[in-house]
Structure formats: structure tokens, C-alpha cells
């Protein structure tokens, strides 16, 4: 009895009710491709930071290293798509110096690396240097299997009373592409 | 995941005038309409609502988007693109809502002090999420193209009861003029979320140059999500399989979980033979949330500046700063996520209804029409009027106002249209037809006609209807 009332009643609806020219299946066509800019490493160096080169003799250099957890976690490896590197140096020590940056993967083999050099200074006036390294898609495998980097500025001077400030900042803009949602 | 969340968020989304029975108030033949006045006409004297076929009400809606808008097949579009058109065409009061409510129990009857007497049982869902315009914005395109601008974490606003409500009710027609009711109910909660107090900002500025790049920065943030009776679903040793789930829900159903206690007033006004004014008030009460309560709070300010390193001089094989992890440390300090278990209370969505009808035409019933009998026979057996509806929301109030036309067709059936205009659309016509087949009364009603040809393009949709005893 119920049945057969509610059959009536919602029958001619369903005569007329309809979805049409709609595809849900688009679902599976959205991609979110946010591009997301974050500051990376910055530092300050003095002379007194430098120590001699032990691999090029006559010339000075300061490393240390940071981890970056998250470049190799699962989100980096499934939606980094690209990466850009955006690097500007302030320098007035009045010889060039060369940076560095190499990642390293958990076991601390080098998988990617950045290298630049660093104009001189002029008088004691700051000279800016920017670098940019584009990571492409082709090359973000290699960025995405590290999870460190290893940070070295080399001087190149063995003189350990030169006057001079190099300041580095930095930024990454990551690309990112969600899909398969 | 992002899967899920955009399902939900297009089709449980639908109306917090889900909570509107625009088609329901009014119309007496239907015993439910009590619950919607409770100062109703009431022109049986009992019912008995047939178990949980007595009332069932499915509605949803989104105020800014439709299915159709989103997953239209066309050739001049990609879905990617109609995704960031509604994004952006969307405002952060545009809302997403479900309602359902489910009938266990209904009866009614009339005392020989001429009180009619209503009681009950119903389930109850309910969530409205307002649209978080900002958040889906960073989240859609990223900072890169934002810089300065500062994205409002207060467009984070979401909240959502699962209860059950045991409700005794007593209308009494007071003078020739005037019937009055009021309705007690006790809510037991089932499970409860609310995040709808949210505060701050993150933004991306360029810096001055001195410390790196940007400034990073999450200002005067306060976020809270609180919840009761969900922690224990989620807690997996105290979780196992479906059955706990559905045994823990029915515990908390049945007076078991969080209580709660509100009133519903209403009134009736026959002004004469012909007009009739009517409102009511509803849910103005409170759920207490105090047992299974887990909330989670972040609040704080700071400025990510990136990774400073300071290059320590090291001995061989020295370990130098862990920066990523002081870096990690500070963040957590500086905003730090705090897990409550303190009580909250959680108004329940009060809901303001008032009408005003014209009646006319041959009247039915046991006594002939007498249209210069003030206050005699029944009323014409066409009618039709106006009603306003007021929901009182996290953000704001809304409203919605409906035209109806009511007719009788005959002494066992009769119907109503209406025309609502409320946030979603101008041209909501819903309609609902009632029969009454001896004692057996059978209800049914739809909203958004005008839709039914596709139904993706309506902003809302609602279906009504029961089954009950009358005598």
C-alpha cells in the first residue's frame, strides 16, 4: 500500500526530473596548480667565518648544512612539479667569491647542486649579485630525492684581514600540480 | 582527500533555507506542521504518525554555485577554468548546507480540556559551511601572485549537529481568534563540530631587505575547531569495525550524549473569516557539550623568514645547527596547537517563521460556507498569502519570503505552490500536495520545480514527506 502511494506520488516527478548536459566524470579531469613562493636559507659572513680551503690552496671557504625534510617527503615527490631557485648576495669584500649549494639525499649522496659566483666588491661599496636556477620538470626527480643541503661560500683570497660583509638571501617557488584527486 | 572535500562541498551542500518548510507551515491537514508552529490550527483530534515514515525531509543547497556551473559539458570551457571562475565569483558569505531529519515517532491527541497534546521523536542533521573564499584561493593558486595580500583565516567557518530530539508539544485554541502552542524539546547530540570564530591573517610581503626575501606572516591568528562525540569514532582502540560505530551513535542518540533543552513557541490569529495571521519561533534552546569534547585550537603570530644558518666553526665530525628542526620548534612555539577538553555550548539555530493568508472561495468540510459568519464554518478552500523566514547562522541571519496559493480540491486532497525567493534563487516554486484517504493522510512536496528539467543547475533542492493516522 505505502509503495504503491509512493510510486504514485513520486513517479510523475521522476518523469520530468533529470540531470543533463553534465559530466561528473570531470572530476577526474581538475588539477590544482598552485605556485607557492617561501624564503630558503639566508646568512650574513664575516672574515672570521672563512677558514683555509683544504681541497684549493689559496683560498678560503665556509660551509654548513641544513636539512630540508620536506623535499623529499611524499607531497614534494608526488606534486613539485618545478622549482626556482631566486638567490640575491650583497658583497663588499673586494674579491669574487663562488656559492655552492649542494643537496644531498638521505644517505648523503649529491643529487642536485647550484653553483654561482659572487661579484667582488667595490671600495667597500655592496655589490649585488641574483642568480636564478630554474629546476625543470625533466631535472625535479633529481631536486626531490634530498632532504639536506650543504652551503659552502669560497673566497677567493687566502688573505684573512680582508674587510668585507656578504649577506645571501634566498627563495624558492615551487610549482605544484594536484591531480588524480 | 581533495577528492572527497569537493564532493562534499558540491553535493551535501545544499540549503540553510534547508531548513525552511516553506511548503509545511501553514498547512494543518499535515499533523507535522506543529512542528513548524506549534501554535498551529490543529482541526483532528489525533494522530498517530506511522514509525518513521511520519516525516522525512531531505534538503540542500549552495547559495554561490551549482552542479551544473561546475560539471556542465562544454566545448568552450575546461572544468579547471569554471573552478577558478566560481572561486572568484563566490563571496565568503556564499554557503553550503545539508539538512535531513527523520521522523522515529509522532502522535498526538486531544484532551477533554481541549488541549491538543503532540510528542515525538526525530533525528536530526544539520551543517552549513560557509564558502572560505581566501583559504580556497591560496590554496587554488598559491602565494605567487598575492603578495601583500593578506588572506583572511576568518573565512574558515564551518558547523554541523547530528541529534536526536524528544519534543512534547501543547496547543490550545484559547479564544474564537486565537490558538497558541508551545513545544518542549530535548536534544540529545550525536556528534557535533563547529569552527566558526576564526581570526588572522597570512600574508606575504616583501621584506625590507634586511633579515631575507619575504616576510611570511601569520598575524593575530586564533583557530578553533571544537567537536564532541567524534574524537571517540576517530580513536582507533576504541573504534572496532561498523558496529561499535553504529552502537556508540544509537547510545548517544537515545539521551546518551550531549543534552540539550530549547523551546518552540507559536500562534495563530484568525483576524476574521478570511485572514489569518500566524508565527512562530523555533529551537531556542541549547546543546551543552561536556563529555567526549575534543577541541584544537592554534593561535599565535610569526614570521617565517626561511632557514638562518650562522655557520658554527666544527670540529671532524661534529654535528652543526639542526636548523630545519629549531626552525620547526619555533613555528610550534609561536603557534602552538593546543588540544581542549574543555565544554562548549552550542546555540541551537533559531528560526522565525510569520504568515499572513487570505482565505476565500466555497469552503469543505461538516458546515456550510457562511462568509458573513465572522468566525464561523470552516475557512475557503483556497487561500493565498505570504511567509517570512528567518535562520539565525554563524555569520548572519537569513531570509527567505514565499507567495502561496492554497487550494482544497476536494475534502481528501489538497496542494500548495510556492514561490520563494531566498539567497540561493528568485524563482524557487515548490509544491506540496496532501491527501487524506480516510484516516490515512499521505504528504509529499518538492522545491524548485522550475529546476526539475536539470536539476544540476538548481542552487537547492528539498523533498518533504510522511505518512500518518488522523482521526
Redesign the interface.
Known sequence: MFKNLLFLLLFPLFLVSCVKDTDLDQLNDVVITPVVEVNFIYFTLQIDDFQADPLFEGNLIVTDTADIRFLNDDFALENIKEAEFFFRVTNTFPVGLDANFIFLSEDNQPFYEINFPIQMGEDGTPVVTEFTQTVTEADIELLTLNDKVVVSIHLQSSNQNLQGILNLQSKTIYYLEFSDL | M??LV??VILFSGVSSFSQNKQLLYGLSEVPQSLLVNPGGIVPYDKHFG?PF?SHLHLNGGSSGVT??D????STTS???SR?TAAIFSMKNTDFFTATQQLELISFGWRNRSEFYFSAGIYQEFDMITYFPKDLAI????????Y?DYEFDLGDLNTSGDFLTVFHFGANKKMTDKLTLGARFKVYSSVFNFRSTNNQGTFV?RLSD?T????D?LLQNADMQVQTSGIAPLIDNNNVNGAGDVINHALGRAFLGGNLGVGIDLGATYEIDNNWIASASILDFGAVFHTNNVENYRAHGSYN??????????LQEGEQ?F????NLEDEIKESVPIDTLYNSYTVMRPLKINAAIQYHFGRSFGNQDCDCYSMGKGDFGSQAVGIQLYTIFRPKAPQYAATLFYYRRFAEFIAAKITYTVDHFSYDNVGLM?VGDFGKFN?Y?G?DNLLR?????KANSLSLQ?G?NLKY
Open positions: 581533495i577528492r569537493i564532493i506511522i515514515l552542479v551544473y561546475i560539471f556542465q559539458t575546461d572544468i579547471n573552478i591560496l590554496g587554488w593558486e598559491g602565494n605567487h601572485n603578495i606575504t631587505g633579515v631575507n626575501i619575504y611570511h617565517l623568514t626561511g632557514l638562518n644558518l650562522i655557520f658554527p666553526p652543526t639542526p636548523y630545519y628542526q500536495a499521505v509529499i518538492f526539475y528539467g536539470n536539476l544540476a514527506l505518512f
